[in-house]
């Protein structure tokens, strides 16, 4: 069965300092690959998305991931963290195959120390 | 343009009772999704619409859940009796239905209804 994994449920930086959140998935057909972001009171808001084109994506707010199909990873990064980005951050799969149904990792909450 | 919204943004009830969930997707969004978030796992897949059609439901936990699309606009899910495990956040997104058959496309979701169960 597909499932998505995300590394560390809370993850601490200092501001300015660089942001990594671990995606691992396992999927037997190729998927598409996300990052939503969940900032408090808010809904889902997509970060960045892998749709089969180039393996580095880049997203918004200054976000990207890189698709590795070797290592059956997706890991988010930022250069440099800002108070802002502190938020909950979710991986999720879908296929064409599967309603294109998202399968969401467990979240990684990203809190930023001044 | 309007997101998806969702009412109500909370709601409290007690064991045995009935809640009906709304969701209004992005106008013109054929693709409906319903999602479930339970306290510390991971957000869930519970049912997929194209427009009025059940198009996916193998994420319903049990028949206590009845989602309906009429008219292939708003959604309603109703949890009819409540149970304590049903407490949790409810998400809902919608996407567009592209010209080439294909479904995907990114999904919009909504703030959610937080469910409390008591």
């Known amino acids: 069965a597909q499932s998505v994994t995300q590394l560390g449920s809370h993850v601490s930086v200092s501001e300015g300092a660089l942001v990594l959140l671990r995606c691992n998935y396992s999927?037997?057909?190729?998927?598409?690959l996300f990052w939503y972001v969940q900032y408090p009171n808010q809904g889902l808001q997509l970060l960045l998305k892998?749709?089969?084109?180039?393996?580095l994506v880049k997203g918004i707010n200054g976000f990207e991931a890189e698709f590795k199909k070797s290592e059956t990873s997706f890991h988010l990064t930022k250069p440099s963290a800002h108070m802002s980005d502190a938020a909950e951050y979710f991986c999720?799969?879908?296929?064409?195959?599967?309603?294109?149904?998202?399968?969401f990792g467990s979240g990684t909450r990203l809190l930023v120390r001044p | 343009e309007a997101g998806v919204t969702q009412f109500p943004s909370h709601s409290v009830i007690e064991k045995g009772q009935t809640v009906t969930l709304r969701c209004d997707p992005i106008?013109?969004?054929?693709?409906l999704y319903w999602y479930r978030r339970v306290m510390g796992k991971e957000i869930k897949f519970l049912l997929h619409?194209?427009?009025?059609?059940?198009?996916?439901e193998s994420g319903m936990p049990n028949n206590r859940f009845l989602a309906e699309r009429t008219g292939g606009t708003y959604s309603t899910l109703k949890v009819q009796p409540a149970e304590l495990e049903d407490s949790g956040v409810y998400f809902c997104?919608?996407?567009?239905?592209?010209?080439?058959?294909?479904?995907?496309?990114?999904?919009?979701f909504g703030p959610g209804t937080r469910l409390t169960v008591l």
């Open positions: 997104a919608s996407s567009q239905e592209l010209p080439n058959g294909f479904s995907y496309n990114e999904q919009f």
């Open positions: 999927s037997s057909v190729p998927p598409y």
């Open positions: 892998y749709t089969s084109a180039a393996t």
């Open positions: 999720a799969v879908s296929w064409m195959d599967s309603s294109y149904k998202l399968i």
């Open positions: 106008s013109g969004h054929d693709n």
């Open positions: 619409f194209v427009k009025e059609s059940k198009q996916d």
